[in-house]
Structure formats: C-alpha cells, structure tokens
C-alpha cells in the first residue's frame, strides 16, 4: 500500500504491476517486472494539460469509454481515474482519418 501526495491510500494490484510511484509533478507511474518499462499515467485534470481536450469532452469519452475502446487506457484505482498514456495516444491516432 502506498500513499499518493495528498490523496487517500491506494494499493497497485494486477498480474504484471509490481510497483506504482509518483513523480514529483504528480504523475502515476507503475514499474513492471524485469522488464523494467515505466508506464505513465496521467489523471484527467492533467490529460487536459497536454493534450487537446476539454474537460466536458474527455469526462464524455470516458464515460463512454466501453463502447468507444478507451477502456484498454482507463485504470481506475478506488474512486480516481488514470489514464495510461500510450494507450491513450493509440487510441487518438485509430480515429485518425484514412487517406485514399
């Protein structure tokens, strides 16, 4: 169990998450096994700071996050929501227009 700046306690739990920590901007990050890849995620206040969307327009998406395949990007850890960013950035790009 580990305490985020501020927040209440939150425990990183799943088959490959090892450890999660917060940097001193404020962003998650979770450490994953051997491999030793750090993994950025981001809350939705902070997505609204660099990347291009409101917040009305990511709250929508989010919630409707089952049916538009966001959810492979959304963790939600007790009551918060993280965005993972890589996943976030495919996302973005798989609604990229197709030229003929």
Not at 17 to 44: H, P, Q, T
Request: with cysteine; glycine share 6%.
């Amino acid at each position: 169990m580990k305490t985020l700046k501020g927040t209440t306690s939150y425990q990183c739990y799943g088959p490959a998450i090892d450890d999660c920590y917060e940097d001193s901007e404020g962003r998650l990050f979770a450490g994953r096994g051997n491999r030793m890849k750090e993994l950025e995620y981001l809350n939705l206040k902070q997505i609204t700071e660099k990347y291009p969307f409101t917040k009305a327009q990511l709250d929508y998406h989010v919630r409707k996050r089952q049916k538009n395949g966001l959810d492979k990007a959304v963790r939600k850890i007790c009551r918060r929501l993280y965005i993972r960013t890589d996943l976030f950035e495919e996302w973005i790009e798989s609604h990229a227009e197709k030229t003929i």
